[in-house]
């Protein structure tokens, strides 16, 4: 498998993959976009492919909400409270 370099936090858990960043300008925006073609391409090149369980959680007052497109669909948004877990112990 290739390297896959990202800008971004990708998270691995037991159920699924988490792609994380800080979204405060249209640049932060792009960095989100290019790390999701990055990975459509690595999966591509690697003969994966995504499962259609891909949300966008937008957090913070005032979230311009930007819209994210993978595998040529917009991701849908996620509902803020449903994205929210407990963590710890």
């Given amino acids: 498998m ?5 800008e971004c936090t990708l998270s691995k858990f037991a159920d699924g993959t988490k792609l994380s960043g800080v979204v405060g300008t249209l640049q932060g925006r792009d960095t989100i976009q290019r790390d999701l073609d990055r990975l459509q391409k690595w ?14 959680l ?8 930007h819209g ?7 991701i849908r948004e996620q509902p803020y409270r449903e994205g929210l877990r407990a963590v710890g112990g």
């Fill in 2 to 6: 290739g390297l896959l370099v990202l």
């Fill in 58 to 65: 937008h957090l913070g007052r005032d979230n311009p909400k």
């Fill in 43 to 56: 999966t591509h090149a690697n003969l994966m492919k995504f499962k259609a369980k891909c949300k966008v």
């Fill in 68 to 74: 994210y497109i993978l595998v040529n669909e917009w």
